[in-house]
């Protein structure tokens, strides 16, 4: 079974900086896209930042520049770093990763899964 789990959320000042990781385990065949999403309070889920598996980045236009996801292959880990934070960034963050399972016998089927979140409170 594949789980996600996030770490490393909480309250920080405006202009300050968090870092949220999220490691992906169990039985994983390959790990591919890797990224972040949020969602605050009577909003959509909106993407943040996707990273793939050779390295390559996608940001959305409120965070470039600010933001900085990475990955760490081996650990099957993706990182977010958050710098100059706003109190718009406030929200939750989850983690999503495209993942095939182990499944001996057949083909890898690839699926995505999602981490249950942490909280990004920016407040003074």
């Known amino acids: 079974q594949v789980q996600l789990v996030e770490s490393g959320g909480g309250l920080v000042q405006p202009g300050g900086s968090l870092r949220i990781s999220c490691a992906a385990s169990g039985s994983i065949f390959e790990v591919n896209a890797m990224g972040w999403y949020r969602q605050a309070p009577g909003k959509q889920r909106e993407l943040v930042a996707v990273?793939?598996?050779?390295?390559?980045?996608n940001y959305a236009g409120s965070v470039k520049g600010r933001f900085t996801i990475s990955r760490d292959n081996a650990k099957n880990t993706v990182y977010l770093q958050m710098n100059s934070l706003k109190p718009e960034d406030t929200a939750v963050y989850y983690c999503?990763?495209?993942?095939?399972?182990?499944?001996?016998?057949?083909?890898?089927?690839?699926?995505?899964?999602w981490g249950q979140g942490t909280q990004v409170t920016v407040s003074s």
């Open positions: 999503n990763a495209e993942i095939a399972p182990m499944s001996p016998g057949y083909a890898p089927k690839k699926y995505h899964y």
């Open positions: 990273i793939a598996s050779g390295g390559s980045t």
